[in-house]
C-alpha cells in the first residue's frame, strides 16, 4: 500500500508541473498575439531620420505613432508617406479651412492673420526664414484645402515641408499616424511634444 500510495504521488506531480508549464506558455504566446496586434494595427514605432524636428525629435529617436483613427490638432505631430522618398515626422501647423501666411522679416507664422506662437510647440518664436532658393516653394497666402493639412518642421531653416511644391498640402489619407511616445532616448521618454 505504501507502493501504491508513492506511485500516486509521483504520477501528480509531473502533471502538475506539466499543467504549469503549458498554462505558461498559454499567457506567454498570448501576449505575443497582443504585442504583435498592438504594434501592427494601433501603434508603430518610428525612427526619426534627419534634423528638421530639432530640438523635440533627433535623429534615431523613436516615436511611438498611433495608427488608429485620430483627429488632428494645431501642434500635433504626425508621420507622412507618400510625399519624399521616405517617410517624414513634421508638425501641423493650420488645418482645413485656416489660412496660412508667413512674416519672414519677424520670422513669424500667420495662422487666420494671428501670428502664431512656435514657443507652444518647445522651439523659439522667430526661427520661421525664407525658404531654401533652390527647392521650388509655395506663393502664400495659401488656404488649407478639404481633407489636408498644413505641416512644418521644428527646425525650420533645414525642413523641407509644406512651404514647399514637392511636399505642399498634406493630404490626411497620407499621414501614417500621430506620434503619441517617444520612446527612445530613454532619458526623454513621454508623451510626445
Known amino acids: 500500500m505504501n507502493m501504491e500510495t508513492e506511485v500516486e504521488i509521483f504520477t501528480d506531480e509531473p502533471s502538475k508541473f506539466v499543467k504549469g508549464l503549458l498554462e ?16 501592427t494595427f494601433i501603434l508603430r514605432v518610428i525612427t526619426v531620420t534627419g534634423s528638421s524636428m530639432i530640438p523635440n525629435y533627433n535623429e534615431d529617436d523613436r516615436v511611438a505613432v498611433s495608427s488608429v483613427t485620430f483627429s488632428l490638432n494645431q501642434g500635433d505631430v504626425i508621420v507622412i508617406s507618400n510625399v519624399l522618398d521616405d517617410p517624414i515626422i513634421k508638425r501641423v501647423i493650420a488645418t482645413e479651412g485656416q489660412t496660412v501666411d508667413f512674416d519672414y522679416e519677424r520670422g513669424a507664422v500667420i495662422i487666420d492673420g494671428e501670428i502664431l506662437d512656435d514657443s507652444k510647440f518647445g522651439i523659439e518664436n522667430g526661427i520661421t526664414t525664407t525658404p531654401f532658393n533652390s527647392i521650388e516653394t509655395v506663393n502664400f497666402p495659401q488656404t488649407v484645402p478639404k481633407g489636408c493639412v498644413f505641416v512644418l518642421g521644428d527646425n525650420r531653416t533645414v525642413s523641407e515641408d509644406s512651404r514647399y511644391k514637392d511636399v505642399g498640402m498634406i493630404d490626411k489619407r497620407n499621414i501614417l499616424g ?16
Do not use: D
Open 24 to 39: 505558461w506558455i498559454e499567457e506567454l504566446i498570448l501576449a505575443v498575439i497582443f504585442v504583435a496586434v498592438l504594434f
Open 178 to 193: 500621430k506620434a503619441v511616445f517617444k520612446i527612445f532616448p530613454f532619458s526623454e521618454m513621454g508623451l510626445a511634444k
